[in-house]
């Protein structure tokens, strides 16, 4: 019997050894459970031209030839994937619906003798609770943000803080990318509905009895949209600020965004949106700067002339409640430490 879950902690807590999803590689690739281990049960191609034969020919011959690719495909994985697995394993399986796919996969598991089972309503189902939470639900949790200007090592800060024993939500993590203009990363963002997953099954696993720490974030991370309900939590939240001189943050900067700064080019082309909001003549001041490979210059310049008045025209618009402004004229490793440590002494008071 498939296994019926009432809500995303319920399927988180789901006590399986592993998660397998049989779907396609794109339908995995645009989404999945996470922690969900892809051994699809048709590749892209075998899934379209068994739709093909089911709409154009016979539903009865599409689920024959689909029979002998499931066949195939699960012999190849016993073979390889699972060939390590002993007779106390447990999996649970699921495909789109929670049909034919992950049922037939399961049933080959069984004979093994395998305790294998399926997640009823499949994936459908668990985009049901990951868009409820998402976008319907008040997120129960105490947030908690992390604000600061630019280039005073929020993100750092907020990777310590389990080491403290406080809840972190890391939004940029999941999002692959580091909030700023400037922030794209190597291979790029996840798709909307991978984000939100990572973030609804991050939460459903945090103490709502506890506060959750975040970093303060506009309302897009990148090109990804953080959903209305954690958007609405995190305009709610008390805010504790990290402060630094500019110099510092600055040289923190060029550390930081050392990937950026070798593609000069790259770089170049970035600034360009810029103009209309800081005039040519400051960009052109900033290109200079980057072509003389004075990159500390160029890192304080963009805060001085862009970072800063942005952050304080946002801060204008509403005064949050200011848990603590913690100043550190480092942000090293050992400045980095001691934030951390203050910030994670005001979270456990609360």
Excluded at 13 to 37: C, K, L, N, Q, W
Excluded at 67 to 81: D, F, Q, S, Y
Excluded at 201 to 212: A, G, H, Y
Aim: net charge negative; proline share 5%; aromatic share 6%.
């Amino acid at each position: 019997m498939p296994v019926e879950f009432s809500s995303l902690t319920d399927l988180m807590a789901h006590g399986f050894d592993t998660v397998i999803d049989v779907r396609s590689p794109a339908e995995y690739a645009e989404d999945h459970i996470a922690g969900a281990i892809s051994l699809p049960a048709m590749s892209n191609e075998e899934r379209a031209i068994v739709g093909t034969i089911y709409k154009q020919e016979s539903p009865f011959k599409a689920r024959k030839i689909g029979a002998a690719i499931v066949a195939r495909n699960v012999a190849h994985h016993l073979e390889t994937a699972l060939a390590d697995k002993d007779g106390g394993w447990k999996p649970l399986v699921y495909c789109w619906r929670g049909g034919q796919r992950s049922g037939s996969v399961a049933i080959i598991l069984k004979q093994i003798g395998w305790r294998a089972d399926t997640i009823a309503g499949g994936y459908k189902a668990y985009r049901r609770f990951v868009y409820t939470d998402m976008y319907e639900a008040q997120v129960p949790h105490r947030f908690v943000l992390l604000d600061g200007n630019t280039g005073t090592a929020k993100t750092d800060i907020l990777n310590r803080l389990s080491a403290h024993g406080i809840q972190t939500l890391d939004l940029e993590g999941m999002a692959q990318h580091r909030g700023s203009m400037l922030g794209g990363v190597a291979g790029g963002q996840p798709d909307q509905k991978t984000f939100e997953s990572r973030l609804a099954c991050k939460l459903s696993t945090l103490d709502p009895q506890r506060p959750v720490v975040v970093e303060a974030e506009s309302s897009k991370i990148g090109r990804l949209n953080v959903p209305p309900t954690v958007w609405a939590a995190m305009c709610d939240a008390p805010r504790i600020d990290i402060e630094a001189p500019v110099e510092e943050r600055a040289r923190y900067l060029q550390g930081a965004y050392a990937d950026v700064i070798a593609d000069t080019d790259r770089l170049t082309n970035l600034l360009q949106p810029l103009r209309q909001h800081r005039s040519h003549a400051t960009v052109d001041h900033w290109e200079s700067l980057l072509q003389d490979g004075d990159f500390t210059a160029l890192a304080k310049a963009l805060i001085v002339d862009h970072y800063d008045p942005s952050y304080a025209k946002s801060r204008s618009v509403h005064a949050p409640t200011v848990l603590g402004s913690l100043h550190s004229d480092t942000l090293d490793d050992i400045g980095q430490a001691n934030l951390a440590e203050r910030v994670a002494d005001i979270v456990k008071s609360l």
